[in-house]
């Protein structure tokens, strides 16, 4: 798939995201985006309406294949975000808001060739003596890179936000279910809501799955299951006497205004706290973090339900 050169940062001016690489050669939409964006009716939505000249917001956003759509944002993600917020609830209950949630892929332009040049009928001494026929463009997902390297796609809660972050973007409305299989075809590790509005949400490589599968996420640092793994993991390391998980230090994201939320965020997830003997040398700490990192690399759960880690070693007490 093409990645439509994109300036804008998908962390709201908290990261360092690039867009794709605009040179990529372009592929076929995924098939779903491809039958959602031609039962919009080519140059007009599903009322016949023209897209020239038409806002995507307010009365005029009556956005395709979803029948009395107005382009506003899901009421129960908005709830969702406001108990985020609030702290009456959690990063899982805004994913799980998502998966019943229309959300809309911005889709736009790309061009793919330039058609073989013919003879000028008369001559042309200014500009040659050959035209070229039309330059063929394809429409083309948009994919941007996040601060660590990795591809994301982002995805809109409301046709407003969509517009404010690109005008020349066109809608495509579709489950947010729906997105993250777009994003697993493109090799996208995570969906980033609404860039460059109020709020930019980031959905993780799990949660990105979990919405694809139509599943439950659980967030890493939550999850008993994946505690006792990691606590299993230390057997034949006795020089670690527990393990602890907490919420890593890029859980948090933060609204354009500066307020911090508990969960949106794109930096590490999980800390895994590790309570270590006393007594050992800079080379024994070394050694028994390579060695635990090697054994949660080989771990199915670690490696289905992690999506980025940060480690820290604590004393044990006496």
Do not use: C
Not at 46 to 66: E, T, V
Not at 124 to 143: E, I, R
Not at 219 to 248: C, M, N, Q
């Amino acid at each position: 798939m093409a990645h439509a050169h994109e300036p804008h940062d998908p962390n709201n001016g908290h990261g360092t995201a690039q867009a794709g690489n605009s040179a990529a050669p372009v592929r076929h939409l995924p098939g779903h985006i491809a039958a959602a964006l031609a039962g919009a009716g080519g140059a007009t939505d599903s009322a016949g309406q023209p897209w020239a000249g038409r806002s995507l917001s307010g009365d005029a956003a009556k956005i395709h294949n979803f029948q009395d759509d107005d382009g506003a944002a899901d009421a129960g993600y908005l709830a969702a975000v406001a108990g985020l917020a609030a702290g009456t609830g959690d990063e899982a209950a805004v994913v799980s808001a998502l998966a019943t949630a229309r959300v809309f892929v911005p889709i736009v332009a790309q061009l793919a060739e330039e058609g073989d040049a013919v003879p000028h009928p008369q001559g042309n001494k200014l500009h040659g003596d050959a035209l070229h026929s039309d330059k063929q463009a394809d429409m083309a997902l948009v994919t941007l890179k996040a601060p660590d390297g990795r591809t994301a796609m982002p995805v809109f809660t409301s046709a407003a936000s969509l517009e404010a972050w690109h005008k020349d973007a066109r809608p495509v409305a579709v489950y947010a279910a729906r997105a993250a299989l777009s994003a697993v075809a493109e090799g996208a590790e995570l969906l980033v809501l609404d860039p460059g509005s109020e709020l930019t949400f980031v959905v993780r490589r799990p949660a990105v799955w979990a919405l694809a599968q139509q599943q439950p996420w659980t967030p890493s640092y939550t999850d008993p299951e994946l505690a006792r793994a990691l606590g299993d993991s230390t057997v034949g390391f006795p020089a670690v006497r527990r393990v602890e998980i907490h919420p890593g230090g890029g859980v948090a994201s933060a609204t354009a205004d500066g307020r911090r939320l508990p969960g949106g965020g794109a930096g590490p997830e999980l800390r895994v706290v590790l309570y270590l003997e006393d007594g050992l040398d800079a080379a024994g700490v070394q050694s028994l973090v390579a060695g635990l990192n090697d054994a949660w690399a080989r771990n199915e759960i670690f490696a289905e339900r992690v999506d980025s880690i940060e480690v820290k070693l604590q004393r044990a007490a006496p």
